[in-house]
């Protein structure tokens, strides 16, 4: 369904002076406030800003999904394509949501249904909001997977979400966005989750679909690399408002507000610099040909192996920070959680000074376990709900034998240490936002006075201003406390500041190790060639307060 000639001469949506409030006893009376912009077909607007901004609710009042009840608009128009959809009937939205309008959510395994295959959830587009018959629909269905460039597109359809890559998941989901050639296409974090070459990827194809089918694209993110690879026009938002808007190349080379320059200036650079750091000490960590093979199989089905960690290995000295970096599935998390025995290597070894511990018994492990400690990606996933903080940071030390005055005493300096209020002990986790929690995570860590830190993408989902914060905190206690570091991530432009050295992954192996300068400077192997030359932004230069384009 193609736009008209008329229809492609007038902007693809408008939103004029959109406000809608915060349920009573808010932190500020609107969610989003005087919101104004316009999308012209084959654009894209970037909104940027940090968690709380507004983004996703401007999202979620164009596609007429905000929560009733809870989230009110009490002022302006939102036009698609001319129609006033804060006017229409439930009836008329629920027909354009779909035909006219698409969207791409940031996590597709939550967005897709896990009982039914890939083929039936995008069939129910077309099922919906058109009159083909199954066979047409059958037909339409390979078609539209092959066109986002899914590989082996009839073999798709009968598998099911969980049977996906991610990048393969958020390909489906922008299948279905664009099953009925919306005039919209909105996409909310649609690439935070994935690694660079993923990433980039999904980019190029958005980039591509936006030209040959005529679309607007409302892109939000918080990844400045991504805005500079994409956006034609940004938006930046904060605390609900519009703070600075213009062409790309104005607001990110030249931009006006303190908060723009703010957020730019929380960019980390892909050039790592003459880093601050102890000497390094003793070998803290050691593995040697760390193996982990998972086996499945069982009635009726063939059994089979996967070898996820195949022959690894490295070393983490005191003071220094050794930092592994891979695309999804290369087995970065997999060696985490054999290091801190969250799982059982299938073979080889793990030292922790001289002692090896792969194949020490729960028992015997008990004494080893305190001195590594792990920081998660989700830190809400990682607290209990149901616990103050406080009880969340003390368990650990009185498991081990520390008096209760001196956990508590030890839980307060440490808050204090990570930046919060010992005051807050008595919190819950829902009491405070993503960095916040993340640096409990931090405290609790530390509670145990461990020799190695293991961090697994722990700042992958924080803000841009909230990531910096968070990576200053973790090298400031790396150096106080003489700590070895070892940092998973899949952000090169994380990896590129905080790590001393790099240690590559692909396919379960290690394919090249050095200093960080020397593997990012002067990348050996054709897999890290490729892995840094995916990182989004790469050709601009992120200086103080502005982005751009390298000569």
């Not at 026009?233 to 507000?257: C, D, F, W, Y």
């Not at 300096?413 to 002990?425: M, N, S, T």
Request: a neutral charge; charged letters at 25%.
């Amino acid at each position: 369904m193609a736009l008209t000639q008329e229809a492609a001469t007038q902007p693809v949506v408008e939103v004029r002076g959109l406000t809608v409030q915060l349920p009573k006893g808010g932190d500020r009376v609107n969610a989003i406030e005087d919101i104004n912009f316009s999308i012209a077909p084959r654009e894209t607007l970037c909104v940027v800003g940090e968690s709380g901004s507004g983004k996703s609710v401007t999202a979620q009042a164009i596609m007429g999904l905000l929560p009733k009840k809870q989230l009110v608009v009490t002022a302006g128009e939102i036009l698609l394509l001319g129609e006033n959809l804060l006017t229409a009937l439930p009836e008329r939205l629920r027909a354009l949501r779909g035909s006219r309008m698409g969207m791409i959510f940031q996590e597709p395994m939550t967005a897709l249904n896990p009982v039914l295959t890939v083929g039936r959830q995008v069939e129910e587009v077309f099922a919906t909001h058109s009159t083909l018959s199954p066979t047409d629909r059958a037909r339409r269905v390979v078609d539209l997977l092959g066109s986002v460039k899914l590989a082996d597109p009839e073999r798709l359809v009968h598998v099911y979400p969980h049977q996906l890559s991610g990048g393969q998941r958020q390909r489906v989901m922008i299948a279905m966005a664009l099953a009925m050639e919306p005039a919209l296409l909105i996409a909310d974090e649609p690439t935070t989750a994935l690694d660079v070459t993923t990433q980039a990827r999904i980019l190029e194809l958005i980039n591509e679909i936006k030209i040959s089918h005529n679309i607007g694209v409302l892109f939000i993110t918080h990844d400045f690399g991504v805005v500079a690879e994409i956006a034609d026009r940004v938006a930046v938002m904060q605390k609900g408002r519009i703070v600075e808007a213009g062409n790309a190349a104005s607001v990110l080379g030249t931009p006006t507000h303190p908060y723009t320059r703010m957020l730019i200036s929380s960019v980390p650079s892909m050039i790592p610099p003459d880093k601050r750091t102890n000497d390094a000490g003793a070998v803290v960590l050691r593995t040697r040909d760390l193996e982990m093979t998972y086996r499945g199989g069982g009635f009726f089905q063939r059994s089979r192996e996967v070898h996820a960690v195949k022959k690894v290995s490295f070393s983490v000295q005191r003071g220094r920070t050794l930092g592994i970096v891979g695309e999804s599935g290369s087995g970065k998390s997999t060696v985490a959680r054999c290091i801190v025995r969250l799982i059982n290597p299938t073979g080889g070894d793990i030292f922790i000074d001289d002692v090896e511990i792969a194949k020490l018994s729960p028992r015997r492990l008990h004494d080893y376990r305190r001195r590594i400690q792990i920081i998660f990606q989700d830190p809400y996933r990682s607290l209990n709900p149901r616990r103050r903080i406080g009880q969340s940071i003390v368990e650990g030390p009185l498991n081990y034998g520390i008096s209760h005055d001196e956990a508590w005493r030890r839980a307060k300096d440490l808050l204090e240490l990570v930046g919060l209020d010992p005051a807050v002990v008595d919190r819950y986790p829902h009491q405070f936002s993503g960095g916040q929690r993340q640096r409990v995570c931090i405290a609790r860590a530390l509670a145990m006075e461990p020799e190695l830190l293991v961090a697994d993408e722990a700042v992958s989902s924080l803000d841009v201003s909230v990531q910096a914060q968070v990576l200053d905190l973790l090298d400031d206690i790396r150096l106080r406390f003489n700590l070895a570091l070892l940092f998973i991530t899949h952000d090169l432009r994380v990896a590129a500041q905080v790590c001393d050295d790099i240690a590559v992954m692909h396919q379960g192996e290690i394919v090249e190790t050095g200093p960080t300068a020397d593997v990012f400077g002067n990348p050996q192997e054709a897999y890290t060639q490729a892995l840094l030359a995916a990182a989004p932004g790469k050709e601009w230069r992120f200086g103080e307060g502005a982005i751009t384009r390298r000569p």
